[in-house]
């Protein structure tokens, strides 16, 4: 089975962390994926009314820039990966604002599934993908996200060329699968919204904080999922 005819099932694509509606729709256009569990449920690491801005407001915003800067073409009816993917195809006065509004509603539709109650690990498999222990990989992490310049992220994402998992940040809302089609396998968000109110400007606090959070089995099925193509 093809990653693509794994995706159109209901069972693999829970397991790969994003919900159907939030990467493509029926009709055209894109929509707010629902968040898996309540604004509350992450506290006392996330509170709840930063989750609430930062899903209804912020995702929300994305989506409905991305159907602006998108209306009237047949990309809406597209999986996000594949705009993502081919957004240099698009008419030059469109690009940017689809790179940053298509990158922010992916990001984020996988940074709510990737987190939960937290508990589990990772598995050995994934980290000897990255050639990590379990210590190595958070402090690895943390030290991208934290040399991020102002707003973006820090992911672990699978490099096809290479069949292994490799971290690296990107800015703003760009997304990994642009550089070399790597495939995000978890991602920690490090603009100021996604902490501020809680943490104020100690966003190393907020990514300590933060592994409480990890839904390891969704990151799992991310990877495994990854390394199949």
């Given at each position: 089975?093809?990653?693509?005819?794994?995706?159109?099932?209901?069972?693999?694509?829970?397991?790969?962390?994003?919900?159907?509606?939030?990467?493509?729709?029926?009709?055209?256009?894109?929509?707010?994926?629902?968040?898996?569990?309540?604004?509350?449920?992450?506290?006392?690491?996330?509170?709840?009314?930063?989750?609430?801005?930062?899903?209804?407001?912020?995702?929300?915003?994305?989506?409905?820039?991305?159907?602006?800067?998108l209306e009237g073409t047949d990309w809406l009816k597209k999986p996000i990966e594949d705009v993502l993917r081919h957004v240099n195809e698009l008419p030059e006065?469109?690009?940017?604002?689809?790179?940053?509004?298509?990158?922010?509603?992916?990001?984020?539709?996988?940074?709510?599934?990737?987190?939960?109650?937290?508990?589990?690990?990772?598995?050995?498999?994934?980290?000897?993908?990255?050639?990590?222990?379990?210590?190595?990989?958070?402090?690895?992490?943390?030290?991208?996200?934290?040399?991020?310049?102002?707003?973006?992220?820090?992911?672990?994402?699978?490099?096809?060329?290479?069949?292994?998992?490799?971290?690296?940040?990107?800015?703003?809302?760009?997304?990994?699968?642009?550089?070399?089609?790597?495939?995000?396998?978890?991602?920690?968000?490090?603009?100021?919204?996604?902490?501020?109110?809680?943490?104020?400007?100690?966003?190393?606090?907020?990514i300590d904080a933060w592994w409480n959070v990890v839904n390891w089995d969704a990151v799992n099925e991310r990877f495994k999922m990854a390394i199949k193509g």
């Amino acid at each position: 089975m093809t990653r693509r005819e794994w995706l159109q099932t209901t069972g693999a694509a829970a397991a790969l962390a994003v919900t159907p509606n939030a990467f493509a729709a029926d009709p055209p256009g894109f929509t707010l994926p629902k968040l898996p569990y309540a604004f509350d449920a992450l506290e006392p690491y996330i509170d709840a009314k930063t989750m609430e801005i930062h899903h209804d407001r912020h995702h929300k915003a994305y989506v409905d820039n991305l159907n602006k800067a998108l209306e009237g073409t047949d990309w809406l009816k597209k999986p996000i990966e594949d705009v993502l993917r081919h957004v240099n195809e698009l008419p030059e006065l469109k690009r940017q604002a689809v790179i940053n509004n298509g990158g922010g509603h992916y990001n984020h539709s996988i940074f709510w599934q990737i987190m939960g109650k937290g508990g589990g690990k990772p598995s050995s498999e994934l980290l000897a993908s990255g050639g990590w222990s379990f210590d190595d990989l958070k402090n690895m992490l943390k030290g991208v996200a934290m040399n991020q310049f102002g707003s973006g992220w820090a992911w672990v994402a699978y490099y096809p060329k290479d069949k292994k998992l490799v971290l690296v940040g990107t800015p703003n809302q760009d997304t990994p699968l642009r550089h070399g089609d790597m495939i995000p396998v978890l991602g920690i968000d490090v603009w100021e919204h996604a902490y501020y109110l809680k943490y104020q400007n100690k966003r190393a606090d907020y990514i300590d904080a933060w592994w409480n959070v990890v839904n390891w089995d969704a990151v799992n099925e991310r990877f495994k999922m990854a390394i199949k193509g």
